[in-house]
């Protein structure tokens, strides 16, 4: 969980008010903040990563004005018409497509402010760039650089620059092999022969996205002026960056100017600071809270969070959501933002009506204990996604897109569909780690969706374990004996591998795994062509096995590793 360091005098600032330390101990919990380390002139709190906005004292100094009612409703933002180009080139399309930005001019930092700057960055990159991937975000010293900017892609030994923290030039191929930011971060752009960049009207380099910026560029304690890119290949996310940055720095006393972001054949004027307009139903929060609220004193609730409303009609309240609440996703979202205004620290604890004694469910159990059995086996849990995509569902892994239960209104491309296989997540987490040590051996336990026309939803939800280990040894047989010890742990002996034929699979090197004459799992070697797919070299052993079929069979409670 990410913790951030709250200044007293710095805090006090933004709020416009002196705060003590205690009324800051004392409240700050009960916005969802974690009390991790108290001084005599600061507070140590730890956030919740999906309120991105914490990542900045300025944004925790705007919920904290509303919460203790210095300050309520939505928080404007003034967006200056500015005059900054960023020309997009098309070379980029098919390496790190999206680029957004804006410029922040008035700043007053010192070398504290300057380190927390770059402390947000680097909690954005993490929290909503998924560690540079999705996004990643370069502030630069505008008045080091002559606008306009262009963006574009350019072979590794074409441009050369000075890298930020070091003194002689290097090339792009030369910063991934002898920077620490180059090696921590070339497995983001090595794959492609083209290198993103971006550089001024004189060609000077600014960033080299996702690794590093241009020294060219440093921002210290003299720099009062702003210019901020953020590039990725996922939208959303490099939209979402923009706008938690954009805020918090307006909030610090910044400036926001637009810039205008022209892509061969659309034009973005950024940020995007407008508000978001959704409805709340006050019956359905005062349900789920057990309260009896009214709709003004829902209202005031959602005002204390500092977001907007009004009563719409009768019992249907519309409320506006700042650009900087990313994580406001849905209705039930809203209700706990009612609970936070209302205060957690005014419900009143009940006893339930009907005393009985809870129990973990078999599922749970058996997942816990085929959990346990693979890490002893040696392997590594990781945990994707229950949403998915085409491309990585079926396409690289050979497969025909049959009965796919797709989203309605998805998001992105990236998560367009419910997976139904735990398989393509994991060849895709060994996709993204190329650049670590092998061998890899990694597991996941968890639900996949399948279509179930006898199901009120007409879908159901089954219990997967999938396996795979990934080095140059790799075979047929060795991880055919990993599927055999789970089974063996389970309890489960009875059961058989029969040789069949499978899209994913070499043929020749995959079975069935049958029990009681249903097949209920697949091992094999992965196909050289899913391997390709996923720019892997090492051969690779795979499994994946129903554990729904197998739950009836397996009573957990005298189990034990």
């Known amino acids: 969980m990410p913790v951030i360091t709250l200044d007293q005098d710095r805090f006090s600032k933004l709020i416009g008010r002196k705060v003590e330390v205690d009324d800051m101990t004392k409240w700050l919990p009960w916005l969802g903040l974690d009390i991790e380390e108290v001084g005599p002139t600061y507070v140590k709190v730890e956030y919740n990563p999906n309120r991105m906005d914490f990542s900045s004292q300025a944004g925790i100094a705007r919920a904290f004005c509303g919460i203790m009612e210095w300050e309520i409703g939505i928080a404007p933002f003034e967006v200056h018409q500015g005059s900054t180009v960023v020309n997009v080139d098309p070379t980029v399309a098919k390496v790190r497509p999206y680029v957004l930005g804006a410029v922040v001019r008035g700043m007053e930092?010192?070398?504290?402010?300057?380190?927390?700057?770059?402390?947000?960055?680097?909690?954005?990159?993490?929290?909503?760039?998924?560690?540079?991937?999705?996004?990643?975000?370069?502030?630069?010293?505008?008045?080091?650089?002559?606008?306009?900017?262009?963006?574009?892609?350019?072979?590794?030994?074409?441009?050369?620059?000075?890298?930020?923290?070091?003194?002689?030039?290097?090339?792009?191929?030369?910063?991934?092999?002898?920077?620490?930011?180059?090696?921590?971060?070339?497995?983001?752009?090595?794959?492609?022969?083209?290198?993103?960049?971006?550089?001024?009207?004189?060609?000077?380099v600014l960033s080299f996205p996702p690794v590093i910026n241009g020294e060219l560029t440093r921002v210290s304690s003299s720099t009062r002026n702003l210019f901020i890119d953020v590039t990725g290949p996922e939208f959303n996310s490099v939209s979402k960056s923009l706008k938690v940055l954009a805020t918090a720095l307006s909030d610090a006393g910044g400036t926001i100017e637009t810039v205008q972001v022209r892509y061969p054949d659309k034009t973005f004027v950024t940020p995007d600071l407008s508000v978001e307009k959704v409805r709340l139903k006050v019956r359905y929060a005062n349900k789920l809270l057990g309260l009896k609220l009214t709709e003004e004193e829902a209202i005031r609730c959602l005002m204390r969070c500092r977001l907007g409303a009004k009563s719409l009609e009768h019992d249907i309240l519309e409320v506006w959501?700042?650009?900087?609440?990313?994580?406001?996703?849905?209705?039930?979202?809203?209700?706990?933002?009612?609970a936070i205004g209302y205060g957690y620290y005014r419900?009143?604890?009940?006893?339930?009506?009907?005393?009985?004694?809870?129990?973990?469910?078999?599922?749970?159990?058996?997942?816990?204990?085929?959990?346990?059995?693979?890490?002893?086996?040696?392997?590594?849990?990781?945990?994707?996604?229950?949403?998915?995509?085409?491309?990585?569902?079926?396409?690289?892994?050979?497969?025909?897109?049959?009965?796919?239960?797709?989203?309605?209104?998805?998001?992105?491309?990236?998560?367009?569909?419910?997976?139904?296989?735990?398989?393509?997540?994991?060849?895709?987490?060994?996709?993204?780690?190329?650049?670590?040590?092998?061998?890899?051996?990694?597991?996941?336990?968890?639900?996949?969706?399948?279509?179930?026309?006898?199901?009120?939803?007409?879908?159901?939800?089954?219990?997967?374990?999938?396996?795979?280990?990934?080095?140059?040894?790799?075979?047929?047989?060795?991880?055919?004996?990993?599927?055999?010890?789970?089974?063996?742990?389970?309890?489960?002996?009875?059961?058989?591998?029969?040789?069949?034929?499978?899209?994913?699979?070499?043929?020749?090197?995959?079975?069935?795994?049958?029990?009681?004459?249903?097949?209920?799992?697949?091992?094999?070697?992965?196909?050289?062509?899913?391997?390709?797919?996923?720019?892997?070299?090492?051969?690779?052993?795979?499994?994946?096995?129903?554990?729904?079929?197998?739950?009836?069979?397996?009573?957990?409670?005298?189990?034990?590793v």
């Not at 590794?156 to 920077?179: N, Q, W």
């Not at 959501?321 to 009612?338: A, K, Q, S, T």
């Not at 089974?487 to 899209?503: E, M, Q, R």
């Open 109 to 204: 930092f010192d070398d504290e402010a300057v380190r927390e700057l770059m402390e947000i960055q680097e909690d954005l990159h993490w929290g909503i760039g998924r560690d540079r991937r999705k996004a990643s975000i370069g502030v630069h010293n505008l008045d080091s650089v002559e606008p306009p900017f262009t963006y574009k892609a350019v072979p590794p030994d074409e441009i050369s620059f000075v890298p930020l923290a070091k003194i002689e030039e290097m090339t792009l191929r030369e910063i991934l092999e002898r920077h620490d930011k180059g090696v921590a971060y070339r497995h983001l752009v090595d794959w492609s022969p083209i290198y993103p960049i971006i550089v001024d009207r004189n060609g000077d």
């Open 347 to 560: 419900l009143k604890p009940t006893l339930p009506k009907a005393v009985t004694t809870g129990k973990s469910h078999n599922a749970s159990e058996v997942s816990g204990f085929v959990r346990q059995t693979m890490l002893g086996l040696g392997f590594s849990e990781v945990m994707n996604f229950i949403l998915a995509n085409e491309d990585t569902q079926y396409d690289k892994m050979r497969l025909k897109a049959e009965k796919v239960i797709r989203l309605a209104n998805p998001t992105s491309a990236e998560y367009s569909i419910a997976r139904g296989s735990l398989l393509p997540g994991l060849m895709k987490n060994l996709s993204e780690n190329k650049h670590e040590s092998y061998p890899q051996t990694i597991f996941e336990v968890s639900d996949v969706l399948k279509t179930d026309d006898q199901a009120e939803t007409r879908t159901r939800r089954e219990l997967h374990v999938a396996v795979v280990a990934s080095h140059p040894s790799e075979n047929f047989t060795e991880v055919r004996s990993y599927a055999e010890a789970l089974l063996h742990s389970l309890g489960i002996t009875n059961f058989t591998a029969k040789v069949t034929s499978h899209p994913s699979f070499l043929e020749g090197r995959v079975a069935s795994i049958q029990h009681n004459r249903k097949e209920i799992g697949i091992v094999g070697e992965v196909h050289p062509e899913v391997l390709n797919n996923f720019e892997l070299e090492n051969p690779t052993g795979a499994f994946e096995i129903n554990l729904e079929e197998l739950l009836d069979n397996l009573l957990m409670k005298d189990r034990k």
């Open 321 to 338: 959501v700042p650009p900087y609440r990313i994580d406001i996703l849905h209705e039930i979202d809203l209700v706990e933002e009612v």
